[in-house]
């Protein structure tokens, strides 16, 4: 199986800020990868596919880059309501692993 | 409106057999290059795939879990059936599924239903 990481685990931002999230692949994934966003005790939200691709209706804040194993999630300038965790998801093959979520709080 | 609802017991004891269903509106599983996954994630914890089924019958299930793990679909009826066997305490999660489509061979899971917990306790 393809094996997901992220960093940081866990960060701490100010509205305003530029966030930035990584996302590795244990092998080459070309740009088979989804970013989802979770607010507590809601399901979660696509967010971008095929590593930079906005899904429909996602604001532009939002932006995603890379390919092979390295891959990040932008947020160019948080706001409220972007506290969340958010994880990365490989689809390049079966089964589609999620990484282990970076939760995103208020500094 | 493409909608996604899951429905199962709410408790299940040690050693029983899950049996959740998937309930899907707005798209039809017969359509080309759609399917339909499940996703847990036990309390505080991470997401995990569980599997998907595609509307040409194509499954796939994760890993760890496939022994136990069965997937189907009623076209008719717009059900995903996903059974899970000799349920054990960490499968307390609540599990969802979602609609997975596909552009130009990316597949993401882009609209979810609300999720229904699972308790397993004697």
């Known amino acids: 199986d393809i094996q997901m990481t992220q960093s940081p685990s866990s960060l701490s931002a100010s509205v305003g800020d530029r966030v930035t999230i990584t996302c590795r692949a244990s092998?080459?994934?070309?740009?088979?990868l989804n970013w989802y966003q979770q607010k507590p005790g809601k399901a979660p939200k696509l967010l971008i596919y095929?590593?930079?691709s906005l899904q429909s209706g996602v604001p532009s804040r939002f932006s995603g880059s890379g390919s092979g194993t390295d891959f990040t999630l932008t947020i160019s300038s948080l706001q409220p309501e972007d506290f969340a965790t958010y994880y990365c998801?490989?689809?390049?093959?079966?089964?589609?692993?999620f990484g282990p979520g970076t939760k995103v709080d208020i500094k | 409106q493409v909608t996604l609802k899951e429905s199962g017991p709410v408790l299940v004891k040690p050693t029983e057999t899950l049996t959740l269903t998937c309930t899907v509106s707005g798209f039809s599983l017969s359509n080309a290059r759609m399917g339909v996954s499940w996703i847990r994630q036990p309390p505080g914890k991470a997401l995990e795939w569980l599997a998907h089924?595609?509307?040409?019958?194509?499954?796939s299930y994760s890993t760890s879990l496939k022994s136990r793990l069965t997937i189907s679909k009623d076209t008719s009826k717009s059900q995903v059936v996903l059974t899970m066997t000799n349920m054990d305490p960490v499968d307390t999660a609540t599990y969802y599924c979602?609609?997975?489509?596909?552009?130009?061979?990316?597949?993401?899971?882009?609209?979810w239903g609300k999720g229904t917990t699972v308790t397993v306790s004697s």
């Open positions: 979602a609609r997975t489509g596909t552009t130009y061979y990316y597949y993401y899971m882009d609209v």
């Open positions: 092998q080459s994934i070309s740009s088979y």
């Open positions: 089924i595609f509307s040409n019958d194509e499954k």
């Open positions: 095929a590593a930079s």
């Open positions: 998801q490989q689809s390049y093959s079966t089964p589609r692993v």
